[in-house]
């Protein structure tokens, strides 16, 4: 199956920017979408961005939109975070779909990496 690994969390003040990568083993030509989600303490897992593996289509949260952007390149996916927020901590996790509809829906995706944390102090 496919096998994520995150990295690029770390600590940031209120403003900074952080850029997150997703390495995509094992399987990848099984990949349609590839997206990350975020989960803050206490609450559940949300939608921040999605992107056709092939390329091209990419799809925002409402909440990211204008600040966050996510790309791919090889068998990596990056997700660059600009003027972060304090809202914005979180653990933030990379997921591999092989449905065809581009979706924010978490349970579409089959596959997760273990999470980077990012914290945004104010």
């Known amino acids: 199956q496919v096998q994520l690994v995150e990295s690029g969390g770390g600590l940031v003040q209120a403003g900074g920017s952080l850029r997150l990568s997703c390495a995509a083993s094992?399987?990848?030509?099984?990949?349609?979408?590839m997206g990350w989600f975020r989960q803050a303490p206490g609450k559940g897992r949300e939608f921040v961005a999605a992107i056709r593996w092939s390329g091209g289509s990419t799809y925002y949260a409402d909440s990211v939109k204008g600040r966050f952007t996510i790309s791919r390149a090889n068998a990596k996916v990056y997700l660059q975070m600009n003027s972060l927020k304090p809202e914005d901590t979180a653990v933030y996790y990379c997921a591999a779909s092989d449905g065809v509809v581009l979706t924010s829906n978490p349970e579409q995706f089959d596959y997760w990496g273990q999470g980077t944390q990012v914290t945004v102090s104010s």
């Open positions: 094992r399987r990848t030509f099984s990949i349609i979408n």
